[in-house]
């Protein structure tokens, strides 16, 4: 008996120890991956979009490095910009965005050759081609109400709603849901102006009445909130600008 409780003691002392090392393994595996996430210098993107190309475009030794090099001052100039970018002037930044992509392209229509410049088009199509249906499938369009109630429960766990309260809240969020499924479907063609003042206006008035329903800490977690989402979108934004050029 005695033997018996040593060999079942000696066992989960090895289980612990086998369970110990497997946790040790995955937290360094966790930790790893959490790495390979992390923001690329323009170094490596320089030499990530590179290798791109000469794989693509089947680039000379001399042209590899020329294309580095205009790729790596594109990077560094990305950079900067998102470091010095004005919050809040999309147009400027898009614009400034913009022109860089630009100037890239231009230099390196200076270093490609005919074929291989009709090739790097088509890659940037492709590419602008599979954001575009990123975004849509990311933007899959719900019914007002299944909008408003997936919102409706966020703003419940983040601003701690009482159940009156979540009622108008949900009631406020389908008439706005239903507002802008019937403005998109109605909007003027080709007048983006008078499209995003009216997207804006129902967005306005939106705000005004969660404002009369909630508290005033609710109205400054709300007002976070949005500050934090506005921030988000604007950082995939850039992000797919980026890539597209």
Same mark, same amino acid.
């Given at each position: 008996?005695?033997?018996? @409780?040593?060999?079942?003691? %000696? ?13 040790? $393994? ?25 290798? @791109?190309?000469?794989?693509? #475009? +089947? !680039? ?39 022109? $860089?992509?630009?100037?890239?392209? @231009?230099? #390196? ?13 088509? !890659? ?11 975004? +849509? ?13 997936? $919102? ?6 983040? #601003? ?13 969020? !389908? ?7 019937? #403005? ?18 129902? @967005? ?13 800490? %609710? ?12 921030? +988000? ?7 797919? $600008? %980026?890539?597209?050029?």
């Amino acid at each position: 008996m005695q033997y018996l @409780r040593r060999h079942t003691l %000696q066992k989960l002392i090895i289980m612990k120890k086998v369970m110990l090392m497997i946790a040790f $393994v995955a937290g360094i595996g966790t930790i790893a991956s959490a790495q390979t996430r992390q923001h690329k210098t323009p170094q490596q993107r320089a030499e990530a979009m590179t290798n @791109r190309l000469n794989e693509k #475009l +089947k !680039l000379t030794a001399d042209q590899s490095a020329r294309v580095n090099s205009i790729l790596l001052a594109q990077a560094a100039s990305i950079d900067s910009l998102k470091a010095a970018a004005p919050q809040g002037d999309k147009k400027g930044n898009r614009g400034a965005f913009k022109s $860089v992509f630009e100037n890239t392209d @231009r230099q #390196l229509s200076t270093v490609l050759n005919a074929e291989q410049q009709k090739a790097y088009a088509a !890659l940037k199509t492709e590419r602008k081609g599979k954001i575009k249906d990123g975004f +849509k499938a990311h933007r899959k369009h719900k019914a007002p109400e299944e909008r408003a109630a997936m $919102v409706t429960k966020k703003l419940e766990k983040k #601003l701690n709603l009482s159940a009156d309260q979540s009622a108008k809240v949900s009631a406020i969020l !389908l008439a706005q849901a239903t507002r802008m499924d019937s #403005l998109k479907a109605n909007k003027a063609q080709g007048d983006r102006t008078k499209n995003h003042a009216a997207f804006k206006g129902i @967005r306005q008035n939106t705000d005004e009445q969660l404002s009369a329903v909630f508290n005033a800490d %609710q109205k400054k977690a709300y007002e976070e909130m949005k500050a934090a989402r506005k921030e +988000k979108m604007k950082e995939r934004r850039g992000a797919a $600008v %980026q890539k597209a050029g």
